[in-house]
């Protein structure tokens, strides 16, 4: 086959040229025209492309809350506050405290305040009362200017023999337990969702939702609880795809206010059917929260998370 000689043009006459090429000719000139593109390409942008090597983040920061408004139901003591305690202590901007007991709800923003320096407010609240929730989580989105984390804390427990119980009485703890953490839930999310930035839900269940605890006969209330956890694995689903998270936290036998106003032979029981043989500190679910508040959970959805000393293990 005899050679052929071809002519090719300044680079940037190449696409402007209506001179016609032969097929050989053309490939020759777009050759010519990637050997030239690719020696006039930094080796440095070459370098950009051909790697991907991903920035390292320090575990540590993943758990900052800087910016992000929280708020807390049932938050002026026991549980709750605790749980306020561990994201304030990580940076939060604001904080709502949700409680019927004023003035333990304004203590509690004064000590927060005081001790984390974050802005804390309190809002007298009963959580059975949807319009009374709906104006609450308004007015904390106008005061502090957003709603990134939710954590239901507020609830009631009874100890009543199920023969003895009466509806009013079973309903009531209901309607606290596992209707109000809906109602409180779903005014929040309205607000994450127009936001658009996802958020994180945390529910406080208990293990009696996944246990019927003995001695101790409290129907209602494990009823309630278990009901709390699947209304968060529903909503853990439905909400996935606005980035907002839902998991809950189920606490043992902890040494809480709540708790203290039962019989002293029941902490001898809980105690000895607990395997580290006592009850737990309000303080040690704060790290939980924290971690499920923040991205470092950023995959976690619809999980239960149980605190219980082992007593669910036997």
Known sequence: MAAVSVQVPPTDDIMASSTPFSPLAQSMVDE??????????????????TTSVPRKRNVFDMFRLDGRVAVITGGARGLGYSMAEGLCAAGLSGIAILDLQTDLGEQACDQLHSEYGVSARFYRLDVRDE?????????????LGRIDILVLS???ADIVHAEDYSPAKFRRVIDINLNGSFVCAQAAGKHMIAAGRGGSVIFVGSMSGSIVNWPNPQSAYNASKAGVIHLMKSLSAEWAKYRIRCNSISPGYMDTPLNTTYEEAYFHEWKSRTPMNRLGQPEELAGCALWLASDASSYTTGSDILIDGGYTVL
């Open 131 to 143: 319009v009374a929730v709906q104006d609450a989580m308004d007015s904390v989105v106008r005061d």
């Open 32 to 49: 010519r025209q990637s050997s030239i593109a690719a020696a006039a390409t930094p080796a440095e942008s070459l370098a950009t492309v």
């Open 154 to 156: 507020a609830g009631v």
